[in-house]
Nanobody, 121 residues
Framework: QVQPVESGGGLVQAGGSLRLSCVASGSIFSINAMGWYRQAPGKERELVAVITRGTSINVADSVKGRFTISRDNAKNAVYLQMNSLKPEDTAVYYC???????????????WGQGTQVTVSS
């Protein structure tokens, strides 16, 4: 069983920074893409940023220039550096791993439990 586990959420004032981390545990051979989604109260889950194994990156327009995604393939980890945070960034942030080859076969995707990010004005 592959399970991404997020850390690094919390409460920060507007203009501040947070760094989210996610490590996928399990007997993993490779992960095609890793990324971050978020869901604010009363809203649908939306893509924040995704990075492929070959480091191709897609970032939502709403966070471009403020958020940076990176990954460490050796650690099966993905990170999200969030700067210049705004109250509208408040949400539960979910880590996802996609196209996972592991000791028990192949998984299309796996999601973390989420970490709360709250930005106060």
């Amino acid at each position: 069983q592959v399970q991404p586990v997020e850390s690094g959420g919390g409460l920060v004032q507007a203009g501040g920074s947070l760094r989210l981390s996610c490590v996928a545990s399990g007997s993993i051979f490779s992960i095609n893409a890793m990324g971050w989604y978020r869901q604010a109260p009363g809203k649908e889950r939306e893509l924040v940023a995704v990075i492929t194994r070959g480091t191709s990156i897609n970032v939502a327009d709403s966070v471009k220039g403020r958020f940076t995604i990176s990954r460490d393939n050796a650690k099966n980890a993905v990170y999200l550096q969030m700067n210049s945070l705004k109250p509208e960034d408040t949400a539960v942030y979910y880590c996802t791993a996609n196209g996972i080859r592991h000791s028990r076969g192949y998984s299309v995707d796996s999601w973390g439990q989420g970490t709360q990010v709250t930005v106060s004005s």
